[in-house]
Every structure is written in structure tokens, then in C-alpha cells.
């Protein structure tokens, strides 16, 4: 079957998903450095209260996506870049309240990202913007698992939203939760969620690291610590720890 124009931008947005984090994390560092605004109050209670909100938000969306990679099957919500995957469909757990709870949490987690910049003009463009994409990119995968399973997706789909979760209707996670799984999935983006807090806090300080004083100068061994603990995880996936999930 021939693809509209509009299944050809939807196959765009989701080959590029991996991307717009980076491009979110550099705006929001970028405006951090030129206001060095904590929030869009002059009130600086305000302002610690925006701050605070917008990392509970981007630890919400990050905290659904640990969920629901832990207990997803394998083969399933994949970082495939090309084209969708899915060994089976998922209809326990998280995904029996909406059918894609990691784009549910990418969207919370951008918009927290956004507003970590102290700009609730950015936080409000990227919600919408994330909100418009990943509604897109849902349509596209959704065609892929109808055509793959059939009535069973088409009943699931009848009774679960696809990006506003649903309140009741919880059923329990068909496979118990993989910590493995998680930490090969997610263990990237919680660091940059961590990275994001750092770059917008040194950024209001113009990445001057002689003007810290000795408490926040812990800050930055803190976070280089974090780096090392990353690329501790980086050699485990090349050394083969994650092979079979891969």
C-alpha cells in the first residue's frame, strides 16, 4: 500500500524521536545562560516553586517510561529507528490505562525539560509541540500493530485511550518487572534528565566554575561522578552485559 504524504511525515517524526531531547536539553541551556532566570517570577519563591515543578514533571515522565519498560515484553517498545517493532501486544500493566505510556512520559518529560529553562513560553511550545508529535507518531505505530494483530488491537484500541490515560481499568503486568530491561532502555535518559538540571544551573552561573563557591563547586564533582557512572554503563552494553536485550 502506497504511504499518504502524511504517513511519510509520521515515518519522519519517528526516525528522528531520538533527537528532539538533545535539541530541548540545548534550548533550554541556551536560555538559562542569556536570562539566568530560575522561572518567569520576580518573586524568587515562585521562582524555586516553578523550578521544583518542572523537575517533579520531568521525574513523572521519566518515572512512566521506568515503569513501563520494566515491565513491557521483550520485543516490544523498541529503539527501533526505521520502522516499528512489537514481538507481542502490550495490554497489562501501564498499557492497559493508555496504549503508549512511553510517549505519555516523553511528553511530560519534555515539557519539564522546557521549563527547567526558567521560560514558560518554551515549556508551553514544546507540550504542544511534543503533544502534536507523539500524537503523530502513535497513528503511525497504530497502523503497524492493526495490520499485525488484528482484532486483538482493535479491541484493546475500542477500549484504551491512546495518549490521555484512563483512571480505571488497571490489569496487572502480564511479566514481573525486568530491572535489567529498564536500566537498558531508560538509563539514558535519566541521566540526561540529570544533565539538563546541571547545564541550566551552571549556565546561571555563565559556566564560570573559579566563581563557584566550595558547596556548589560539589555539585560539579557530583555530576562529573554521574558521567563516569554512565560511561561505566556504556562499556557494559559494548562488553555484551545487554546483549539479548538488544
Same mark, same amino acid.
Given at each position: +500500500?502506497?504511504?499518504?504524504?502524511t504517513?511519510?511525515?509520521?515515518?519522519?517524526?519517528?526516525?528522528?524521536?531520538?533527537?528532539?531531547?538533545?535539541?530541548?536539553?540545548?534550548?533550554?541551556?541556551?536560555?538559562?545562560?542569556?536570562?539566568?532566570?530560575?522561572?518567569p517570577?520576580?518573586?524568587?519563591?515562585?521562582?524555586?516553586?516553578?523550578?521544583?515543578?518542572?523537575?517533579?514533571?520531568?521525574?513523572?515522565?521519566?518515572f512512566?517510561?521506568?515503569?513501563?519498560?520494566?515491565?513491557a515484553?521483550?520485543?516490544?517498545?523498541? $529503539?527501533?529507528?526505521?520502522?516499528?517493532?512489537?514481538?507481542?501486544?502490550?495490554?497489562?500493566?501501564?498499557?492497559?490505562?493508555?496504549?503508549?505510556p512511553?510517549?505519555?512520559?516523553?511528553?511530560?518529560?519534555?515539557?519539564?525539560?522546557? +521549563?527547567?529553562?526558567?521560560?514558560?513560553?518554551?515549556?508551553?511550545?514544546?507540550?504542544l509541540?511534543?503533544?502534536?508529535?507523539?500524537?503523530?507518531?502513535?497513528?503511525?505505530?497504530?497502523?503497524?500493530?492493526?495490520?499485525?494483530?488484528?482484532?486483538?488491537?482493535?479491541?484493546?484500541?475500542?477500549?484504551?485511550?491512546?495518549?490521555?490515560?484512563?483512571f480505571?481499568?488497571?490489569?496487572?503486568?502480564?511479566?514481573?518487572?525486568?530491572?535489567?530491561? +529498564?536500566?537498558? $532502555?531508560?538509563?539514558?535518559?535519566?541521566?540526561?534528565?540529570?544533565?539538563?538540571?546541571?547545564?541550566?544551573?551552571?549556565?546561571?552561573?555563565?559556566?564560570?566554575?573559579?566563581?563557584?563557591?566550595?558547596?556548589?563547586?560539589?555539585?560539579v564533582?557530583?555530576?562529573?561522578?554521574?558521567?563516569?557512572? $554512565?560511561?561505566?554503563?556504556?562499556?557494559?552494553? +559494548?562488553?555484551?552485559?545487554?546483549?539479548?536485550?538488544?
Amino acid at each position: +500500500m502506497l504511504e499518504t504524504k502524511t504517513d511519510q511525515f509520521a515515518r519522519r517524526l519517528f526516525f528522528f524521536r531520538g533527537t528532539y531531547i538533545y535539541i530541548i536539553i540545548a534550548i533550554s541551556t541556551a536560555i538559562a545562560l542569556t536570562t539566568r532566570d530560575v522561572g518567569p517570577f520576580a518573586s524568587g519563591a515562585l521562582d524555586r516553586a516553578w523550578f521544583f515543578a518542572a523537575l517533579g514533571l520531568a521525574s513523572a515522565g521519566a518515572f512512566v517510561r521506568i515503569i513501563t519498560s520494566g515491565f513491557a515484553a521483550l520485543g516490544t517498545s523498541g $529503539r527501533a529507528k526505521a520502522a516499528p517493532e512489537a514481538a507481542e501486544l502490550n495490554t497489562t500493566g501501564p498499557y492497559s490505562l493508555v496504549r503508549n505510556p512511553l510517549y505519555v512520559g516523553r511528553i511530560l518529560n519534555f515539557t519539564g525539560l522546557a +521549563m527547567l529553562s526558567g521560560s514558560w513560553v518554551f515549556g508551553a511550545i514544546i507540550f504542544l509541540l511534543a503533544s502534536f508529535v507523539y500524537s503523530r507518531i502513535s497513528s503511525f505505530e497504530a497502523a503497524f500493530l492493526r495490520e499485525k494483530f488484528g482484532e486483538a488491537h482493535a479491541k484493546w484500541a475500542a477500549e484504551v485511550p491512546a495518549l490521555l490515560p484512563r483512571f480505571t481499568g488497571w490489569v496487572k503486568p502480564k511479566y514481573p518487572f525486568w530491572w535489567k530491561r +529498564m536500566i537498558w $532502555r531508560e538509563q539514558n535518559k535519566i541521566f540526561l534528565l540529570a544533565t539538563t538540571v546541571f547545564l541550566v544551573w551552571f549556565a546561571r552561573h555563565g559556566f564560570d566554575f573559579a566563581a563557584l563557591t566550595g558547596a556548589e563547586k560539589i555539585w560539579v564533582y557530583a555530576f562529573g561522578a554521574l558521567v563516569v557512572v $554512565r560511561f561505566f554503563i556504556g562499556y557494559l552494553k +559494548m562488553s555484551g552485559y545487554f546483549k539479548e536485550l538488544s
